[in-house]
């Protein structure tokens, strides 16, 4: 599910890939569901393709999402980003990845991380984990 959820640079929120086209994709906003292209020249990732750092190696973000699912119930994080002081993420983060690496993950990453995970809960988005019998269907079918 996460291979079709996109980060654009520049672009608050997230995007889910709707379709392809020659040069560009189009996509749509999980927050207001408006589409629009995204283009080339534009740097877009897919949060499948994103992972957290810790001391050993990186930790692919569907499992930082899973470990948020099962601290938060399932429920969207209930921490005001804009007031919540940097002792009160470092913490929040260390309860969901113990083992993040202190000196590479910023703050901002993980301001980024909490509002994607509740943007992710809000559109219903809840599923991270990937069946890789789902998977095979779907690579060979292209």
């Known amino acids: 599910m996460l ?7 520049g672009k608050p929120g997230l995007y889910k890939l709707v379709s392809q086209g020659k040069n560009m994709l189009i996509v749509e906003s999980l927050a207001d569901k408006k ?5 080339g020249n534009e740097k877009i990732i897919s949060l499948g ?3 957290m750092y810790t001391d050993t190696e990186d930790v692919p973000l569907k499992d930082v999402f899973l470990s948020m699912k099962t601290k938060e119930n399932g429920e969207a994080v209930a921490m005001d ?3 919540a002081t940097s002792e009160e ?8 990845l113990p083992s993040f690496d202190r000196d590479r993950v910023h703050l901002s990453d993980i301001k980024k991380l909490i509002s994607w995970y509740n943007l992710l809960v809000k559109s219903g988005m ?7 019998a789902e998977e095979a ?6």
């Open 49 to 51: 393709d994103i992972a």
């Open 3 to 9: 291979k079709t959820i996109l980060s654009i640079s």
């Open 35 to 39: 589409r629009f292209p995204a283009y």
């Open 89 to 96: 993420l470092y913490s929040y983060l260390g309860e969901v």
């Open 126 to 132: 809840t599923d991270f984990e990937e069946a890789p």
């Open 81 to 83: 980003l804009k007031k």
């Open 137 to 142: 269907k779907e690579e060979s079918a292209e």
